[in-house]
């Protein structure tokens, strides 16, 4: 097991296994301890099994007999930590198989985590969570057949457990009244603007990469006719072209160019990426603060819009998976070299994840009908991924590429990038902590670490790093 996930999973630069503490802290600070437990005995054997690091081999050691020790206090048995040991183990072992050199380790059991996490508040996500799964396993083709087939499934299952629970039925029929109250004129106006916003964006990056290949396809072929016409003047060693073409060829390895559409294309420039986060940011900076739960219903949405596309562009038919290809390459990362397109996927869920994420000490127990409209009360940490992703590291790409000379040790990140990241940061959230009512010197530290850990992190940066900064914010923040 170790070795084939170590041939299937995306190279790291470094031991990225300890990501898996991510999540138990992050349930350790939202006050679910027990779900942190259960999630920490499969993470830590996953170290034993997994890593061959000795520091790490004593700490998941140590972890691991305090939380026999800590069930061993409470006397009480259940077979949940069980079937979680089993989900994430099987779970992460699929995560690596069935999508190749997509994720690194540590990436696929932070995955794993947050299914098991989620799967365990929500049924419809449960559900969810199987069909992808299925569609996977057994390579479900995408064809007409199979969409009907799978909406039908999908349809039953939620039939029979309306059913057969009660407290199902009750939950999502306040669901649905809940869904009534988001249908006011401002929301329309919100979605209005966030579909021009998110269509003009995309317009933008795709007009701007075809006229730079058609520039550039037009550069390439007046060296072309240079080069004959130089060589029907003189000879030329072949041995200087096989030079040339084995650089490029390093070239195109380098950017990760493996594949036969990437060959071709060359990758989208940085800052037309980052067009995406600003505007991802705006998107969200105006969901959180006029309508977050029309925000979060549309990032489901958009979720599971982005991963049918994927499904679409991987199995469905030739003619349509040609067409795909063309519209998403654009929007590859360097890191998008396996089997799935991850980067826009997870850049929707480092700024979805805040505001999904359940902080205890801050939601109802009770649901009360004549009150189920009113906007709940957010902690601050729902901005996380906006300030980190949107407008840190976009800053500090943008700052660290042009200017940024001095690098942090053993990275090519640059100290005038980081900077520009936390000060820009920095200005966005004093007007938040005006709005919210705290002190804006509670986001210094989870600023901070945002910035420290974008400056050392060579994962998929635009999911962690949001994570490690809600885990950063204060619990309680004060005026």
Not at 202 to 207: K, L, S, T
Request: charged residues 15%; proline residues 4%.
């Amino acid at each position: 097991m170790d070795l084939l996930l170590r041939q299937k999973a995306r190279k790291s630069t470094c031991s990225d296994l300890l990501l898996g503490l991510l999540i138990p802290a992050l349930l350790l600070k939202t006050n679910e301890q027990e779900m942190a437990l259960d999630i920490v005995v499969p993470t830590s054997l996953l170290f034993i099994v997994m890593s061959r690091v000795r520091s790490v081999f004593v700490l998941s050691v140590g972890m691991y007999t305090c939380t026999i020790l800590a069930t061993l206090v409470e006397s009480v048995f259940t077979f949940r930590p069980i079937l979680i040991l089993g989900f994430i183990f099987c779970s992460t072992y699929n995560f690596i198989t069935l999508f190749p050199q997509t994720f690194t380790l540590g990436e696929a059991i932070i995955l794993s985590q947050l299914s098991t996490v989620f799967i365990q508040r929500s049924s419809v996500f449960c559900l969810a969570f199987i069909i992808f799964f299925l569609i996977e396993r057994y390579f479900i083709s995408c064809s007409l057949d199979s969409l009907v087939f799978l909406s039908c499934a999908f349809g039953t299952s939620v039939f029979f457990l309306c059913r057969l629970s009660p407290a199902f039925s009750l939950f999502y029929n306040l669901q649905g009244r809940r869904l009534m109250c988001y249908l006011s004129v401002k929301n329309c106006f919100l979605l209005l603007f966030w579909l021009i916003l998110f269509m003009g964006c995309v317009a933008f990056v795709w007009i701007s990469r075809h006229v730079a290949n058609d520039a550039r396809n037009i550069m390439h072929h007046d060296n072309d006719v240079n080069s004959k016409s130089v060589s029907h003047d003189s000879i030329i060693d072949p041995a200087i072209h096989s030079t040339e073409d084995a650089k490029q060829a390093a070239a195109n390895q380098s950017l990760g160019e493996t594949g036969p559409f990437h060959a071709v294309h060359k990758r989208t420039p940085f800052w037309m990426r980052k067009v995406f986060h600003f505007a991802a940011g705006l998107v969200y900076a105006t969901g959180i603060l006029w309508s977050p739960g029309v925000l979060s219903l549309a990032s489901v949405v958009l979720l599971v819009l982005f991963i049918t596309l994927e499904w679409i562009r991987r199995r469905g038919p030739k003619m349509v998976v040609r067409c795909l290809d063309g519209v998403l390459d654009p929007f590859r990362d360097e890191r998008d070299s396996g089997e799935l397109i991850f980067t826009p996927i997870a850049l929707l869920l480092g700024l979805s994840l805040p505001l999904w994420w359940p902080l205890c000490h801050m939601r109802d127990s009770t649901v009360e009908l004549d009150r189920i409209c009113e906007v709940p009360k957010l902690h601050p940490s729902v901005w996380s991924g906006v300030l980190s992703i949107a407008v840190g590291d976009s800053m500090a790409a943008l700052v660290g590429r042009a200017w940024g000379r001095l690098r942090w040790p053993g990275t090519h990140r640059t100290f005038l990038g980081s900077t520009a990241s936390f000060l820009s940061q920095l200005v966005v959230w004093i007007p938040i902590a005006r709005h919210e009512g705290i002190r804006w010197s509670s986001g210094l530290i989870p600023i901070f670490a945002g910035v420290l850990t974008e400056a050392y992190l060579e994962h998929i940066d635009n999911l962690i790093t949001p994570l490690i900064v809600m885990i950063a914010f204060p619990s309680s923040l004060s005026v």
